[in-house]
């Protein structure tokens, strides 16, 4: 069974400053990973999907990356900003297009 | 709008009886998923559908809960007799077409509080 695993659960930075948050997970037989980012009281929004094959996906300030042999995905948003307050989600496809989701990490970006 | 579309987004009730929640996928899209999150936790899957065939359900979707999706498209979910512990956001979310390689769009979700 996929098990998904984000740390930290929460996190604040002042404006300006690089994040970076981490998810892992113990099944390497994924089909492809999706990021979301969820509002308080709304529903998630996708943000980057990458595929098994790939290695990592941009767009604009964000960077995901992905290392099915160490069971790592890593997302960068550069130069926070306060409107990137929210919690986000990493989730992994599995048989069926089902997702299997990590606990998310809430960021708090201090202007 | 074109997005996913759920109904309502909020629903409180008293525990014992019955609710029944709509989400509308973006059109042609023949995949359909429900979550269910907790405060604090990421979503978990309960069931999805293929066109208006059911085609896997978790095992958290006790005997109380049905989902429907007739003609496939509209899909409903039902949760009879609700306990506390149904207190949850319930989110759908549709994908399109086939494979595992499609990305899935969500909801705004409908929070379920049960007095």
């Known amino acids: 069974k996929q098990e998904v695993t984000q740390i930290p659960a929460a996190l604040s930075v002042p404006e300006g400053e690089n994040l970076v948050l981490n998810c892992s997970f113990t099944?390497?037989?994924?089909?492809?990973l999706q990021w979301f980012r969820q509002d308080p009281g709304k529903g998630l929004t996708s943000l980057l999907l990458?595929?098994?094959?790939?290695r990592e996906q941009t767009s604009g300030r964000l960077n995901a990356s992905l290392d099915k042999s160490s069971g790592r995905s890593t997302l960068y948003i550069a130069a926070s900003q306060p409107g990137d307050s929210a919690t986000y989600l990493c989730?992994?496809?599995?048989?069926?297009?089902?997702?299997?989701f990590g606990g998310g990490t809430r960021v708090l970006v201090k202007p | 709008d074109t997005g996913v579309s759920q109904d309502p987004r909020h629903k409180i009730t008293k525990r014992g009886q019955n609710v029944t929640f709509r989400c509308d996928p973006i059109?042609?899209?023949?995949?359909l998923y429900w979550y269910r999150q907790t405060l604090g936790q990421g979503p978990e899957f309960l069931t999805y559908?293929?066109?208006?065939?059911?085609?896997?359900k978790s095992r958290l979707l006790s005997d109380r809960f049905s989902a429907e999706r007739p003609k496939g498209s509209f899909s409903t979910l039902e949760i009879q007799r609700t306990e506390q512990g149904d207190s949850a956001m319930y989110l759908c979310?549709?994908?399109?077409?086939?494979?595992?390689?499609?990305?899935?769009?969500f909801g705004d979700g409908t929070r379920l509080s049960i007095l």
């Open positions: 989730a992994f496809h599995i048989a069926g297009n089902k997702l299997t």
């Open positions: 559908f293929q066109n208006e065939a059911q085609l896997e």
């Open positions: 990458i595929q098994s094959s790939q």
């Open positions: 099944d390497s037989a994924i089909y492809n």
């Open positions: 979310a549709s994908s399109p077409g086939t494979g595992g390689l499609q990305p899935q769009h």
């Open positions: 059109s042609e899209h023949n995949r």
